[in-house]
């Protein structure tokens, strides 16, 4: 083969100016991939809170479907009603109704009805402030305050109760969680824990 021929041959399999256009290429369209990625994602909320109330010793594993920061989150829970002198059944009502707003799970978001909605108790803005409702001993408190208001509490259905409290559109929507808050709560009882509260704020 002549020499002229085999340059024109190299040339055309080398990593030349094609090749280096289409990695250029390629790059290029990478880097706007994620500027329009950074540019279109939401903006990061507000970072939550610490929690002034931590449990100490070992929980059950699991209480039927309830396990590991649900069954913390209702040990708090309990502990905030037993603070306020509340009795036991007013307990039983505010676990089994973080239970139906939820899952015991302190949510750092709402949900169509109330966007503004937050924590344990889906607590509005009108309840008290974002870190109150993002601290679960501190959401409890403002639920089992508003609970202390519902006249002839002890006499009424659990569900119709916590609807009382929370304005639920439906209010038989909790019934379904009673049973599982005691059981809850009995398995937490019978646990070696304590919750300790933070004391320096």
């Not at 080398?14 to 289409?22: M, S």
């Not at 209702?74 to 676990?95: P, T, W, Y």
């Amino acid at each position: 083969m002549p020499a002229r021929a085999r340059r024109a041959v190299a040339e055309r399999v080398a990593p030349g100016g094609d090749a280096l256009g289409l990695i250029a290429g390629l790059v290029g369209v990478a880097l706007l991939v994620l500027l329009v990625f950074v540019a279109t994602r939401p903006p990061a909320g507000p970072v939550p809170p610490p929690q002034s109330a931590r449990v100490e010793g070992e929980l059950p594993a699991r209480v039927g479907e309830w396990r590991g920061a649900q069954l913390e989150s209702a040990a708090i829970v309990m502990r905030a009603g037993r603070d306020l002198s509340l009795g036991e059944r007013d307990v039983q009502l505010a676990v089994m109704t973080a239970m139906g707003e939820s899952s015991l799970r302190v949510l750092d978001r709402g949900d169509e009805a109330g966007p503004d909605s937050r924590g344990l108790f889906q607590q509005r803005d009108g309840w008290g402030p974002y870190e109150v409702r993002m601290d679960a001993y501190g959401s409890a408190v403002l639920f089992y305050r508003a609970l202390a208001r519902v006249e002839g509490r002890d006499a009424m259905a659990p569900t119709r109760v916590a609807h009382a409290v929370q304005i639920n559109r439906d209010p038989d929507h909790y019934a379904r969680w009673w049973d599982d808050a005691g059981e809850v709560i009995a398995a937490i009882d019978a646990a070696d824990v304590r919750v300790v509260l933070d004391r320096s704020g």
